[in-house]
């Protein structure tokens, strides 16, 4: 069994940064990890996703550009940098692990979720 536990969700100003983190126990992922988010009022939407190795990345358009994502594999963490934050981005971030090789961004290929960080943008 694996917990993910997200933190670093915060109340910013609009422009400003934040780094989520995500905490893996119980096994190594050794596949891909993502983020996704959902907004009040909406569906849960993919952030991004890391490869085991991090070699590749991919991010919705949406946060392309001011997003990182990154992973420490010997610390089984995941993060997620965030800059030039505005108020769509306003959500709760969820991180998810996959136990396959796929990697995508679609949810259902991500086995283990997170119970979510709240991240508040104020304009």
Known sequence: QVQLVESGGALVQHGGSLRLSCAASGRTIKYAMAWFRQAPG???E???FITWTG???V???????RSTISRDRAKNTLYLQMNNL???????YYCA??????ADKREDTYTYWGQGTQVTVSS
């Open 42 to 44: 909406k569906e849960r």
């Open 46 to 48: 993919f952030v991004g």
């Open 55 to 57: 070699g590749t990345t």
């Open 59 to 65: 991010y919705a358009d949406s946060v392309k550009g």
């Open 86 to 92: 505005n108020s769509q981005d306003t959500a709760v």
């Open 97 to 102: 692990a996959s136990i396959t090789n796929r």
